[in-house]
């Protein structure tokens, strides 16, 4: 009886061992596609408004501006998309498909809001290749959800990152927050407005 129970004893601690190596190797993968994603979505952000605005236009080519700002855009999603994947697939997340597909779905806000964020970046991207068909005005509006995008996945990092605790991500997550309410606040600035006007000078 006693060597029998010791067996499965040991058979059920080496399958739990190798459950967290899994768990622990999905959870690295997973987050540090987050945070990849999180930082390209920063540098879209941040590249359609200096495209959108000819603050560099002198300097950079359009052309170059808005390559860059939907290579930004798609290997964002990527990885967003390997980052919710990697986490359907831990072993320890509990987080079923339809989880990462529907937010709300039984998830609490933290989760749903990520799901939310991805969406709206799918939405924003592939609006991009319907510009003509739905008309300037309305694929601009469209794309405005680009800035939301943003702001759900600020909130899903500070809510579901179990690393943002960590002091050098706290300052990159600080910094990006700042830098992106900065290059949003010259976005609504009038194209005359002296701010606009001197730094458009420095690239001159």
């Excluded at 998309?81 to 072993?91: E, K, L, M, S, T």
């Excluded at 992106?180 to 005359?192: E, F, G, M, Y």
Aim: one cysteine or more.
């Amino acid at each position: 009886m006693v060597v029998p129970l010791l067996s499965q004893l040991t058979i059920l601690a080496d399958s739990t061992a190798g459950l967290d190596a899994a768990d622990k190797a999905l959870h690295q993968t997973a987050a540090f596609a987050g945070f990849s994603s999180y930082a390209l979505m920063v540098g879209t952000v941040v590249w359609g408004v200096l495209t959108a605005t000819n603050l560099v236009q002198r300097s950079v080519r359009r052309e170059t501006l808005y390559g860059g700002h939907m290579t930004m855009a798609i290997a964002a999603i990527c990885f967003a998309v390997v980052h919710a994947a990697g986490n359907v697939f831990r072993p320890l997340a509990h987080l079923s498909v339809a989880n990462a597909l529907v937010p709300w779905l039984g998830t609490a806000t933290a989760v749903a809001t990520g799901v939310v964020s991805i969406e709206l970046a799918v939405v924003t991207a592939v609006s991009v290749w319907f510009q003509r068909r739905l008309g300037y005005r309305t694929w601009q509006t469209v794309h405005y959800l680009g800035y939301p995008t943003y702001g759900f996945a600020i909130v899903h990092t500070l809510m579901a990152g179990s690393d943002v605790r960590v002091p050098l991500i706290e300052i990159a997550l600080a910094v990006s927050v700042v830098l992106v309410a900065v290059i949003c606040l010259l976005r609504i600035l009038p194209s005359s407005s002296l701010v606009r006007e001197r730094i458009s000078m420095e690239y001159r």
